[in-house]
């Protein structure tokens, strides 16, 4: 037996926080009992995998809209869009979301509806008085600051994103915005000015913020009803979507190989073999 530890003179020991050292026993000291209250991962929060993995579709669902948004506004700097064709997938966007919303939406009145109309209208108004000025507004920086400018911020949009609006909770509200998601608005809003500025017309400008603000103010509210309503439809459109993407990124890609032969190139050496 440890006489040390049977003394009966001897105070038992305790553990002591910030006392310092306690008489009888050395510093690194500790009994029995010193493990007993040890508690293993207990701050570890334990994730559902399938959880996990049915919030990622809504996350690859994003990334897919801002890639298509990409897509379109390539094609539209390009001329390969026409204005015409841009203003009419402006109006088959505005229809379908009102659609969504009408279908998933079981406590819309007729009231709710006429005030988004007339939110619409106005907005729509409003940037179209304010198109001439957009395509003016960065006639004196150059083209390669545009485009760095509008990556950056697309990157920030794409990082500052709260995705978890995407998700239906289990009280089904939409959720207010936070400071991030505001931040991630106002980036992509800055970007399609940008892009807008280097259009050749005031319609093109009108046609392409139309477009790029649909896209980023509605497109969470429409996927957020859609999840809501059913998740395998939300499963079925995000799918689409990837395809739809995956597509036309691929188009996209060929048109950037471009070879260019001339006298300028180096010379190779033929030889004329007879017998």
Same mark, same amino acid.
């Not at 009966?8 to 050292?21: E, I, L, Q, S």
């Not at 008489?23 to 570890?44: I, K, Q, R």
């Not at 390009?78 to 109006?91: G, M």
């Not at 103010?217 to 079925?236: G, M």
């Given at each position: 037996?440890?006489?040390?530890?049977?003394?009966?003179?001897?105070?038992?020991?305790?553990?002591?926080?910030?006392? &310092?050292?306690?008489?009888?026993?050395?510093?690194?000291?500790?009994?029995?009992?010193?493990?007993? &209250?040890?508690?293993? @991962?207990?701050?570890?929060?334990?994730?559902?995998?399938?959880?996990?993995?049915?919030?990622?579709?809504?996350?690859?669902?994003?990334?897919? *809209?801002?890639?298509?948004?990409?897509?379109?506004?390539?094609?539209?700097?390009?001329?390969?869009?026409?204005?015409?064709?841009?203003?009419?997938?402006?109006?088959?966007?505005?229809?379908?979301?009102?659609? *969504?919303? =009408?279908?998933?939406?079981?406590?819309?009145?007729?009231?709710? =509806?006429?005030?988004?109309?007339?939110?619409?209208?106005?907005?729509? $108004?409003?940037?179209?008085?304010? %198109?001439?000025?957009?395509?003016?507004?960065?006639?004196? *920086?150059?083209?390669?600051?545009?485009?760095?400018?509008?990556?950056?911020?697309? *990157?920030?949009?794409?990082?500052?994103?709260?995705?978890?609006? $995407?998700?239906?909770? %289990?009280?089904?509200?939409?959720?207010?915005?936070?400071?991030?998601?505001?931040?991630?608005?106002?980036? $992509?809003?800055?970007?399609?000015?940008?892009? %807008?500025?280097?259009?050749?017309?005031?319609?093109?400008?009108? %046609?392409?913020?139309?477009?790029?603000?649909?896209?980023?103010?509605?497109?969470?509210?429409?996927?957020?009803?859609?999840?809501?309503?059913?998740?395998?439809?939300?499963?079925?459109?995000?799918?689409?979507?990837?395809?739809?993407?995956?597509?036309?990124?691929?188009?996209?890609?060929?048109?950037?190989?471009?070879?260019? @032969?001339?006298?300028?190139?180096?010379?190779?050496?033929?030889?004329?073999?007879?017998?």
């Amino acid at each position: 037996m440890d006489r040390e530890n049977s003394s009966p003179t001897r105070p038992k020991w305790r553990k002591v926080a910030y006392g &310092g050292m306690q008489p009888g026993y050395d510093d690194n000291y500790t009994d029995d009992s010193f493990l007993e &209250g040890m508690v293993t @991962n207990a701050n570890v929060v334990k994730r559902d995998l399938m959880k996990v993995m049915r919030d990622s579709v809504s996350i690859s669902q994003y990334l897919c *809209i801002v890639v298509l948004v990409g897509v379109v506004w390539t094609y539209t700097l390009n001329s390969s869009l026409s204005e015409k064709s841009l203003l009419l997938i402006d109006a088959s966007l505005l229809m379908s979301g009102f659609m *969504i919303l =009408l279908l998933t939406e079981k406590m819309l009145s007729l009231n709710q =509806l006429l005030h988004y109309l007339a939110n619409v209208a106005f907005f729509t $108004s409003g940037l179209y008085v304010l %198109a001439p000025i957009y395509r003016t507004l960065t006639t004196s *920086i150059s083209s390669d600051s545009i485009w760095a400018v509008t990556v950056s911020l697309m *990157i920030i949009h794409l990082f500052l994103h709260d995705y978890a609006r $995407s998700t239906v909770h %289990a009280s089904g509200t939409w959720k207010n915005p936070t400071l991030t998601s505001c931040i991630s608005l106002n980036a $992509s809003i800055v970007a399609s000015v940008f892009v %807008a500025s280097r259009l050749p017309s005031s319609g093109y400008v009108f %046609a392409i913020m139309l477009f790029s603000l649909v896209i980023f103010l509605f497109a969470p509210l429409v996927t957020h009803c859609i999840k809501k309503r059913s998740f395998c439809l939300h499963l079925l459109f995000s799918f689409v979507l990837m395809a739809v993407s995956l597509a036309f990124v691929y188009k996209l890609h060929r048109e950037y190989k471009f070879e260019i @032969n001339g006298p300028w190139d180096e010379a190779k050496l033929c030889f004329d073999v007879t017998d």
